[in-house]
């Protein structure tokens, strides 16, 4: 598979990623705060949740788009805005594991690392991409 062709799929599956995600937040926001690793056994806030799922979908616009612009530009902005929420909200979780089981653990930091690490394996291939 050319480098081009691992770089759309990858905005796409952090789009639909993040379609999903936001979506299921936005409009059913206590089922998805009930997940032990977004909720952590705080106080339920509708409004957080609902927030969260709206910044999610207008992510996942800026990471579709790029699937079907593929210029350089336009990549590297969809990635560094992902990147802009993934790793602050890898940190803020690492500090607030005391609140899950080890068991819980785990799923959390699996999926919040490939967050991180998936757009830093991309952002590299956009380089192959026409300038515009």
């Given at each position: 598979?050319?480098?081009?062709?691992?770089?759309?799929?990858?905005?796409?599956?952090?789009?639909?990623?993040?379609?999903?995600?936001?979506?299921w937040?936005?409009?059913?926001?206590?089922?998805?705060?009930?997940?032990?690793?977004?909720?952590?056994?705080?106080?339920?806030?509708?409004?957080?949740?609902?927030?969260?799922?709206?910044?999610?979908?207008?992510?996942?616009?800026?990471?579709?788009?790029?699937?079907?612009?593929?210029?350089?530009?336009?990549?590297?902005?969809?990635?560094?805005?992902?990147?802009?929420f993934?790793?602050?909200?890898?940190?803020?979780?690492?500090?607030?594991?005391h609140?899950?089981?080890?068991?819980?653990?785990?799923?959390?930091?699996?999926a919040?690392?490939?967050?991180?690490?998936?757009?830093?394996?991309?952002?590299?291939?956009?380089?192959r991409l026409?300038?515009?």
């Amino acid at each position: 598979m050319s480098a081009h062709t691992w770089l759309r799929a990858g905005l796409a599956f952090l789009a639909v990623a993040q379609f999903a995600v936001g979506g299921w937040a936005l409009l059913f926001p206590r089922s998805f705060f009930d997940i032990p690793w977004v909720g952590m056994r705080m106080p339920y806030n509708a409004h957080l949740m609902m927030d969260y799922g709206a910044m999610s979908l207008a992510t996942s616009v800026v990471l579709g788009v790029s699937v079907f612009i593929v210029r350089r530009s336009m990549a590297r902005t969809a990635l560094a805005v992902y990147l802009v929420f993934a790793a602050p909200h890898l940190a803020i979780h690492i500090q607030l594991l005391h609140h899950l089981t080890p068991g819980e653990r785990v799923p959390l930091l699996t999926a919040l690392t490939a967050a991180v690490v998936i757009p830093l394996v991309l952002l590299p291939l956009t380089s192959r991409l026409e300038k515009a």
